[in-house]
């Protein structure tokens, strides 16, 4: 039979439209952080509704991390500001539920370190190369002193951590600043198992080392596409073991 096809419409509750209303004047700029929504009852009064709905509707834009809801508060609930956590519980929340894979937020993350390397290799000051060879300093010196155990692992991780929130800052983005640190630990809890389990720990250090080593001698001498090839390079060989073969082409791709 001819003419359109339709698809089922969802059925949407009543607390999800109060959910959207409020979202939109945040979003809108007509609520503000630290700024309060209407007591309960005034919200079932202003949209129709019971106090159940109400209640429901604040504890979901309270896990979003947009309001603060206190039990017994007589004022209505608070806005929060914007802070990472917030969409760092986002994006866990979709890997976990397996919306967002392992290959795709390397891949993202692979994007996001190319592109503050990019601009770092342009922007940054002698102040934060010097950090990031005290960060690459720090590394190396975590191996030197023979602590390949989980204590020296994490010396060395945190000094890691330290190159990159430097090359980060550099880039003069903060949403590539905030992104990057979100990304990336989503990434390392996702293999953090496999990553102990390593035979070989001290091997992937002295690999990582040179990579960094690579990547900031590049930086210093101002070639950008250079640094950001080295790191999506490096990037690559480090994580393409933990992602399915299947998947693997969606990160060749970012190479050259």
């Known amino acids: 039979m001819g003419g359109p096809r339709f698809e089922p419409v969802r059925a949407v509750r009543a607390y999800e439209r109060v959910v959207e209303q409020v979202e939109e004047a ?9 700024g309060r929504l209407p007591s309960e009852r005034e919200l079932m009064v202003q949209f129709s509704v019971s106090r159940s709905t109400v209640r429901e509707a604040l504890r979901v834009l309270q896990a979003r991390g947009l309001v603060r809801s206190r039990p017994g508060d007589p004022n209505g609930a608070e806005v929060l500001p914007f802070t990472p956590a917030a969409l760092h519980k986002s994006m866990t929340t979709l890997a976990r539920v397996e919306e967002l894979s392992l290959a795709e937020l390397v891949q993202f993350r692979m994007v996001l370190d190319s592109a503050a390397i990019l601009l770092a290799a342009r922007l940054r000051t002698e102040e934060q190369l010097a950090e990031m060879y005290a960060a690459v300093a720090a590394m190396r010196a975590a191996l030197d002193a023979g602590e390949a155990g989980d204590e020296g692992a994490d010396s060395f991780g945190a000094a890691d951590l330290a190159f990159h929130d430097a090359v980060a800052r550099a880039s ?32 992937l250090m002295r690999r990582s080392i040179r990579n960094h080593e690579d990547v900031v001698a590049a930086m210093r001498a101002g070639d950008g596409p250079l640094a950001a090839r080295l790191s999506r390079k490096a990037m690559y060989d480090y994580y393409a073991g933990y992602v399915p073969e299947r998947e693997r082409g969606a990160l060749r791709a970012l190479l050259e």
């Open 26 to 34: 945040i979003e809108s700029g007509a609520l503000t952080p630290g």
């Open 172 to 203: 003069g983005n903060k949403l590539i600043e905030i992104c990057t640190d979100v990304v990336r630990s989503i990434v390392l809890k996702l293999i953090a198992g496999r990553i102990t389990d390593e035979p070989d720990r001290g091997a």
